[in-house]
């Protein structure tokens, strides 16, 4: 039993999360753009550029896949939280939450 709440423990750390606190506010993956501008605020830094990407899909399940090039708007935000706490880099993909990086601490 130790064993395993010591392994859970170190996953605990990795430095991708699902969810991320602005003061009393929780935001997570699958949010919309304008929930996490509304619950953290404005960014302190933002990107925003439009990938090119081959889409599969199956328009019928007895037909075979289809391949399709479609356009991604990725926007990518990070919030400094200050010296003592850890910065956060969240992706944004056609206005959805898809992924929060934790990244070294602010300044």
């Keep these: 039993m130790l064993r395993i709440a010591s392994v859970l423990l ?5 430095s991708a999360a699902l ?4 003061g009393n506010n929780l935001v997570m993956e699958g949010d ?7 619950e953290c605020g404005q960014p302190d830094y933002r990107e925003k550029w ?7 899909r199956r328009p019928h399940a007895l037909l075979p896949p ?13 919030y400094n939280f200050g010296r ?5 880099e969240l992706r944004f993909e056609n206005g959805r939450l898809v ?4 990244l070294d601490y602010g300044f």
Excluded: P, Y
């Design 32 to 38: 919309h753009i304008s929930k996490v501008l509304d």
């Design 99 to 102: 992924h929060i990086e934790t």
């Design 10 to 14: 170190l996953l605990s750390f990795g």
């Design 50 to 56: 439009v990938e090119n990407r081959i889409i599969h």
């Design 84 to 88: 003592r706490n850890f910065m956060r």
């Design 66 to 78: 289809e391949q399709t090039v479609g356009a991604v708007i990725v926007s990518l935000w990070t």
């Design 19 to 22: 969810a991320m606190r602005c």
